[in-house]
């Protein structure tokens, strides 16, 4: 069984119930724990806490049986810092782009797959990773 990492875009398209998203998200999430756990990280927890006003209406929300939590292995925060150097040094001017280094070095360091709608970044700075996005899992 293969565990699958949730980034935060999917996370929010199923919470917020996004008309664009949230039908292919949460397909693929019940796929998906079908073969594996569904894992979120301190990270994916924060991005995704932001709109809420206390930790107790956030776990109300997040609180499921189909996510589990893992704490970001340190060897990721290594692996997320190198990948970020490389996209600035290419260019890449996003300043919150960070995070989702974080999220992927974690799915890079412990073998998992990766269930995004951001895909291209991902892909470019870490080939290593399974991406399941939209345009190859429609």
């Not at 776990?59 to 939590?69: G, Q």
């Not at 989702?100 to 990766?114: E, M, P, Q, T």
């Amino acid at each position: 069984m293969t565990s699958t990492l949730i980034d935060t875009n999917v996370l929010v398209d199923v919470i917020e119930s996004r008309p664009v998203w949230s039908d292919w998200a949460t397909r693929h999430l019940q796929r998906l724990s079908e073969e594996g756990d569904l894992l979120i990280n301190q990270v994916i927890y924060a991005e995704a806490s932001v709109p809420y006003l206390t930790v107790e209406d956030f776990e109300l929300v997040v609180s499921t049986a189909l996510l589990s939590r893992e704490d970001l292995p340190w060897a990721a925060g290594f692996v997320a810092a190198k990948a970020h150097k490389q996209f600035r040094a290419l260019g890449g001017q996003k300043s919150t782009a960070l995070p989702d280094f974080f999220i992927a070095a974690h799915a890079s360091v412990k073998g998992y797959r990766l269930l995004t709608r951001d895909a291209a970044r991902i892909r470019t700075y870490f080939p290593e990773v399974h991406v399941i996005a939209p345009d190859t899992h429609p």
